[in-house]
């Protein structure tokens, strides 16, 4: 059983950057691939980015590119999204998940989650 636990989520002005972390403990972390997601408010949760196992390869929705990064630490055990550039509909809860798959973006593929972290983007 893998637990996840987020942090570094908080309240920021348009433009800005936060840096969202993400430890993992229980299970064996590089066998993992690593996604994050958010919740906004009477929306569906929605992926944002994904890593495999090696950090070899990465994948974001649309509306992020070029604005976050996604990368981790196996030694740390460790997931951590850098986010520059926040704007207003950035404002969810994010949350970190871990899947056994090679391949994964849509929420079903993800077996562990953490408790999410709030975000707020103030315009």
């Known amino acids: 059983q893998v637990q996840l636990v987020e942090s570094g989520g908080g309240l920021v002005q348009a433009g800005g950057s936060l840096r969202l972390s993400c430890a993992a403990s229980?299970?064996?972390?590089?066998?993992?691939?690593m996604g994050w997601f958010r919740q906004a408010p009477g929306k569906d949760r929605e992926f944002v980015a994904t890593i495999s196992w090696s950090g070899g390869r990465r994948n974001y929705r649309d509306s992020v590119k070029g604005r976050f990064t996604i990368s981790r630490d196996n030694a740390k055990n460790t997931v951590y999204l850098q986010m520059n550039s926040l704007k207003p509909q950035d404002t969810a809860v994010y949350y970190c998940?871990?899947?056994?798959?090679?391949?994964?973006?849509?929420?079903?593929?993800?077996?562990?989650w953490g408790q999410g972290t709030q975000v707020t983007v103030s315009s």
């Open positions: 998940a871990a899947a056994l798959k090679w391949s994964a973006e849509a929420a079903d593929d993800y077996n562990y």
């Open positions: 229980g299970g064996t972390f590089n066998v993992y691939t």
